[in-house]
């Protein structure tokens, strides 16, 4: 009874209408700066994460430890026409072809010239495994004494034995990380030679029609999904609390993503940054969605008046019922 008497007084509610807009455009500001500035990736990002969930966020990063791209095989693999044997990242170049081949409607020309690009990246590749071998040997070697450090309790819970074990995880990455580099070169240059073979009515009227190559990834919700998805995301937002529309819905999704953002960063971690920020804007979004924040001066009135003017109908209804 106490809680449906409570009203809100006049100061209340306009500081409950400018933290909505303050919040509303922050969002906004947000997700419009990563469209015009485009190439957004949120890869560094999730590879940063620390504690206890670490590893849910890096599995976001297709081959996030580079064992796939760092594999010199050879495997063999059945094609639609034959038996190809090559390393894994070679047999992910020949999927790609395939879904090109669909996407473009390739001809038998372009198939050969796909087979012939192929085969220019697979010597690319091994020249690169070559002048690297040693570092990746090394890496290899390292991925026991790193699984060993995982699984040492104490390790993982002292300070300094924690700061160690990070001390030797960064070293063990950094040695292949001029071989990925150029690994993931010889990769774009593979999706943008595929798609040069694509004329430009098979590129589609707009001639948007892209092929992307992308490495499978471990999670259902892989880092290329999160980049299209975050900027459009934080827009959407900022919009809907700015002008009141789905306050709760808004403020709710807004609050969520603010404490995935906060667990990247798991709090008492080792080596975990300050997510303060994040943390005060989430606890802002979550109230936001339980004070029917989008009433006052926002298009949520008119949903919430019309259920309130026949309120007194429903229950005299019911009454009669």
């Given amino acids: 009874m106490l809680l449906q008497k409570a ?5 209340a ?11 509303g455009w922050h969002f906004f500001m947000e997700g419009s700066d990563k ?42 693999e059945k094609g ?30 372009q198939i050969t010239a ?23 040997e090394e890496h290899k ?12 309790v104490m390790r993982n819970n002292v300070a300094s034995m924690r700061k160690q074990k990070d001390t030797i995880e960064s070293e063990w990455r950094a040695l292949v990380k001029p071989a990925l580099a150029d690994i993931d070169k010889i990769s774009a240059q593979f999706e943008r030679q595929i798609n040069d ?3 430009d009515p098979q590129r589609g009227k707009d001639g948007k029609r892209y092929a992307v190559f992308s490495l499978p990834s471990s999670s259902p ?58 943390a005060i804007e989430m606890m802002a979004c979550f109230f936001l969605a339980f004070s029917d924040a989008g009433r006052y001066a926002g298009l949520d009135f008119l949903p919430w008046s019309f259920w309130n003017r026949n309120a007194p109908r429903r229950r005299s209804s019911s009454q009669k019922v």
């Fill in 141 to 152: 070697k390292g991925n026991v004494r790193i699984a060993g450090l995982e699984e040492d």
């Fill in 35 to 76: 469209v015009q500035k485009g190439g957004f990736s949120s890869t560094g990002f999730l590879s940063a994460a620390k504690g206890p969930l670490a590893s849910k966020f890096q599995s976001m990063i297709p081959d996030y430890d580079g064992t796939l791209r760092l594999n010199s095989g050879p495997v063999k």
């Fill in 221 to 278: 919700v892989d880092v290329k999904l999160i980049d299209k998805i975050i900027p459009i995301f934080d827009m959407a937002v900022g919009i809907l609390l700015i002008v009141g529309l789905l306050t709760p819905v808004a403020g709710l999704a807004a609050g969520i993503f603010l404490a995935s953002v906060v667990l990247t960063q798991f709090p008492g971690s080792y080596g975990s940054q300050p997510t303060y920020y994040q």
């Fill in 80 to 109: 639609p026409k034959d038996t190809y044997e090559g390393s894994p990242l070679e047999m992910e170049y020949r999927r790609f072809v395939g879904e090109a081949t669909n996407l473009f409607q390739f001809n038998e020309a």
């Fill in 7 to 11: 009203r809100l007084g006049i100061p």
């Fill in 197 to 199: 073979l694509a004329t």
């Fill in 13 to 23: 509610i306009i500081a409950l209408v400018i933290l909505r807009a303050v919040v």
């Fill in 114 to 136: 796909a087979e012939e690009i192929i085969v220019e990246s697979r010597a690319q590749l091994a020249e690169t495994y070559s002048t690297w071998k040693a570092k990746i």
